[in-house]
């Protein structure tokens, strides 16, 4: 099926060789987190066992350390998206953390009342309730680009909803309920005709396929590290150079600041300006080990096995009786997260029968109630696939479906 080892490579998941209520482990929620392959969990090891003080402040051996693996890693994590910049690399917790740093530094400087921030209906809500907070204290409006029948983003509605009152597009690359891969270059060609800034959520795309955010021309991208083999507790925002430099800060305290004094204090240059306090250490050197791996793998090559993946996935889900598939058919704009529903039988059902088969999904809402509503659904089952995954687990996804149905439907 693939050009690369599937089987080979899953020997590195510690955490795949187990079995669940005595099968194997098929592990099919790697959209809501991936695991880990050992270097990984190898290298915050080594990090807390040898090597472990606080960065940029010490004068020893351990802080110097510590700190030149910090700041190598940020520099790992600018070459995994093609920054021009490791300067552009602001180390953060997570995606949620990333949007609301520029929600409130960018936001706060840039946004007045009458302004326009324009999201879409198929968004998570770390990349609608920032939004929402901040036209409460703006007096900005929010507005949504719908997506049709089949979960493609209705591009044509993008003349009556972009002029010169939005300032802000901010949109998921990949949404993590329809699998759909958006198209970012038209959508950020628009923007720019009414001089609004783009934001990409990218929790779902740079795990996942070749990210190049000086190619996509945005201004922001946001991405979690533990969807992308990496460490919880650690993320990054990128925002172009000028961009992050004409920003204020974002939260206040040390690590930021260039002088304090007792009435007011004056600010460090990017990416210091942003990562107050003590960072997430151990994790950002983890997280360039999984920026590491995954390029020694290949993005392209993880991308092309998911797209087979999902192929197969939904060419087999398909012949399952009262099954509702939701999202693009297979093809070049359709990823590895696949929602569905099964008639007569509840989202949550679905996920305990299907544990029951040692196969993991996720049942809900997934963070995206606005989308569900446009599903008609309050929630989904969902099935996500990474680079470790394999047709078998498909196989043993279809066969515990036909099994909920014989129990429920
Ligand atoms: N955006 C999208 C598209 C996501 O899938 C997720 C995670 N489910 C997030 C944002 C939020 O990521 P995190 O919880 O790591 O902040």
């Known amino acids: 099926l693939s050009q690369f ?30 695991q880990k392959p050992r270097r990984v969990i190898e290298t915050l090891e080594d990090y807390y066992r040898r090597y472990n003080a606080n960065v940029h402040r010490g004068v020893y051996r351990l802080s110097e350390e510590a700190t030149f693996a910090y700041e190598r890693a940020r520099g790992k994590l600018a070459r995994f998206i093609n920054a021009a910049s490791q300067r552009e690399i602001i180390f953060v917790r997570n995606t949620t953390e990333a949007i609301n740093l520029v929600a409130y530094a960018w936001g706060g400087a840039n946004i007045r ?19 929402q907070l901040l036209a409460q204290r703006t007096g900005a409006e929010l507005i949504y680009l719908p997506f049709d029948g089949q979960g493609r983003l209705v591009l044509d509605d993008l003349d009556r ?24 270059a038209p959508i950020v060609a ?8 783009v934001l990409l959520d990218a929790a779902q795309s740079v795990p996942h396929m070749p990210v190049d955010v000086q190619a996509l021309g945005i201004d922001f991208l946001a991405f979690s590290g533990h969807k992308m083999c990496g460490p919880t507790g650690i993320g990054v925002l990128w925002g172009r150079r000028e961009v992050l430099q004409a920003m204020p800060p974002f939260l206040g305290g040390g690590s930021m600041i260039d002088l304090v004094e007792l009435d007011h204090s004056t600010f460090a240059a990017i990416p210091a300006r942003f990562e107050a306090g003590t960072p997430a250490i151990g994790e950002a050197i983890a997280l360039g080990e999984a920026a590491d791996y995954l390029q020694e793998v290949g993005l392209a090559t993880i991308h092309q096995h998911e797209q087979e993946l999902t192929a197969y996935a939904l060419e087999r889900l398909a012949a399952v009786p009262g099954i509702t598939i ?3 058919p297979a093809g070049p704009d359709r990823g590895g ?25 996720r049942a809900g809402h997934h963070c995206t109630q606005p989308l569900h509503r ?24 279809v066969a515990g479906l036909h099994k909920a149905r014989q129990l429920f439907a």
């Open 113 to 131: 009342a009458g302004d326009r921030i324009l999201l879409t209906m198929m968004e998570h809500h770390s990349n609608i309730v920032p939004w």
């Open 190 to 197: 628009r923007a720019r005709a009414v001089g609004a800034r």
């Open 5 to 34: 080892d599937v089987l080979a490579l899953r020997r590195e998941f510690p955490i795949l060789q187990q079995h669940v209520h005595g099968k194997p482990l098929a592990f099919l929620d790697s959209a809501a987190s991936s």
């Open 337 to 361: 997260a696949i929602s569905f529903s099964l008639e007569g039988v509840h989202p949550h059902d679905v996920a305990a029968v299907l544990d029951q088969e040692g196969v993991a999904v």
């Open 374 to 397: 446009v599903l008609g659904v309050p929630a989904t089952t969902r099935a996500s696939f990474y680079l470790y995954n394999l047709p078998e687990e498909i196989d043993r996804l």
């Open 326 to 328: 939701y999202g693009p």
């Open 161 to 184: 909803l972009l002029d010169e009152r939005v300032k802000l597009v901010a949109f998921t690359h990949q949404s993590n309920v329809l699998g759909t891969i958006n198209p970012v």
